[in-house]
């Protein structure tokens, strides 16, 4: 029932938290490049023309945050690049080797302002400060993606059963008639046919499976309600705040500890499942196999 998906590396993983939070990501970035330069003293750094050592670091550190946060904010607003739903472990790495080289080229120019300019202008000189942007900055980025390392396996959960399509009545179990405020609305089905439900606003998109199609119902309900009303029926779940959905309708669920897609039977689109539900919808869809 459970298949990992390309051995994780195109499965959903949490952005890192410097390129999700570009602002908080950036001072923690000049911070530490700066504590790490002036404390370890590395690579050969050494005071500028016109500072001492401490500025002449602070100056460094400082052009290495604003370069980190200019470019993640130029990513995010002009593609998809840096989509937290698009987001897997080969993009966090050619978006870390992207902001790395950036920052590499910024400290190279900058180093024209600090330092003596007679003899840097050269390849070996620029290749010395893409090393020791990728040397010192590359630590905390590294920091952020190996804490989350263990959610990198996306595993995807497949029904080894047949899909529930009973056509006796008999069979789906006692008839479900959901309350609304409204007294003269009504809506009732078998926990067989019910589908999904999505809330929209004050109403909620009930899709049943009647007579071989899906069939939507709009009801005047909350879906907390329609959740409790139910609450009887094992196979009816919540899996986000905005989807109730029929485990024995499901095909397949991928994803991890962070969310999963559903594919679900007759259903073009696929459903999510938020994070907040994850676990529970994980634990009682195998249960099902």
Known sequence: MERKLFFGLLNRFPQNEIIRKPVIGAVFIGVFSFLFLVVYKPLDAHPGRFLNFEFTMAAYSIV?????????????????????????????????????????????????????????????????????????????????TLLKFHLLFETRLIRSGDILREKDPKSKGDLLKID???????????????????????????YLHRNNTIRKEVVRCSISSFEDQCSDIPTILRVHRAFVVNLKKVVEARGNSLGYRLKIDMIDEELPVSRRHAGGFSDRYKKLA
């Open 180 to 206: 609304t405020p409204l007294k003269k609305e009504e809506l009732s089905f078998y926990p067989a046919d019910f589908v999904y439900a999505v809330s929209e606003g004050n109403y909620l998109n009930v």
């Open 64 to 144: 290495s945050a604003i370069t980190v946060y200019s470019l993640i904010r130029v990513f995010k607003n002009s593609t998809h690049f840096l989509s937290e739903e698009r987001w897997n472990i080969i993009t966090e790495f050619i978006a870390i080797n992207v902001l790395l080289t950036g920052t590499g080229i910024a400290v190279y120019f900058t180093a024209f302002i600090l330092e003596e300019t007679s003899e840097r202008w050269n390849i070996a000189t620029f290749n010395d400060s893409l090393l020791k942007a990728y040397l010192v900055s590359l630590i905390p980025f590294l920091f952020f």
